[in-house]
């Protein structure tokens, strides 16, 4: 691949990035489950079993239709007092290419702000992310989001 198509197949990963973080800062619960692949896998893990190894997770998804299960429980299903959320993410940083496939980290920090409350910070940690292509589009086959606290709110509702 020369350079100009090194540099455009970024660009894509960094609009699959921002389009992500937009859609889940606005709420848009719907789109969530079209940035990844039909065989997904999304799992939020404590940075402490992630680096033992261990497989406890505090949510784990492997499919796009779970993906989609957790939409209608958002709106459905969970009850909690209603907050927006806002997610600062570093810039991906390709940790190996094999074949069509993209392996990357970024950091991310995400806030938090309850209505008539100060924002706080919600979940820091890092994204280890598998990215295809599909259908000439940009899809996570594998996020992996690890928060760095052993410590987290009595419940996570939203994707992070």
Same mark, same amino acid.
């Given at each position: 691949?020369?350079?100009?198509?090194?540099?455009?197949?970024?660009?894509?990963?960094?609009?699959?990035?921002?389009?992500?973080?937009?859609?889940?800062?606005?709420?848009?619960?719907?789109?969530?489950?079209?940035?990844?692949?039909?065989?997904?896998?999304?799992?939020?893990?404590?940075?402490?079993?992630?680096?033992?190894?261990?497989?406890?997770?505090?949510?784990?998804?492997?499919?796009?239709?779970?993906?989609?299960?957790?939409?209608? #429980?958002?709106?459905? $299903?969970? &009850?909690?007092?209603?907050? =927006?959320?806002?997610? %600062? *993410?570093?810039?991906?940083?390709? !940790?190996?290419?094999?074949?069509?496939?993209?392996?990357?980290?970024?950091?991310?920090?995400?806030?938090?702000?309850?209505? #008539?409350?100060?924002? $706080?910070? &919600?979940?820091?940690?890092? =994204?280890?992310?598998? %990215? *295809?292509?599909?259908?000439?589009? !940009?899809?996570?086959?594998?996020?992996?989001?690890?928060?760095?606290?052993?410590?987290?709110?009595?419940?996570?509702?939203?994707?992070?």
């Amino acid at each position: 691949m020369n350079q100009a198509l090194e540099a455009q197949a970024y660009t894509e990963l960094l609009q699959l990035y921002a389009e992500y973080t937009a859609a889940i800062d606005a709420g848009d619960w719907d789109r969530w489950p079209e940035f990844f692949t039909e065989d997904c896998i999304y799992k939020l893990q404590p940075r402490e079993n992630h680096e033992r190894g261990l497989p406890l997770a505090t949510l784990h998804f492997h499919s796009k239709g779970m993906l989609q299960d957790r939409v209608y #429980g958002i709106r459905e $299903t969970l &009850f909690h007092d209603p907050y =927006y959320q806002r997610h %600062v *993410v570093s810039l991906p940083r390709v !940790l190996s290419v094999d074949g069509g496939r993209w392996f990357l980290e970024a950091n991310y920090a995400v806030f938090r702000t309850k209505l #008539g409350e100060l924002s $706080t910070v &919600f979940n820091v940690g890092r =994204y280890l992310d598998e %990215v *295809v292509r599909v259908e000439g589009a !940009l899809k996570f086959a594998s996020r992996s989001c690890i928060y760095d606290s052993e410590m987290i709110p009595n419940a996570i509702i939203y994707p992070i």
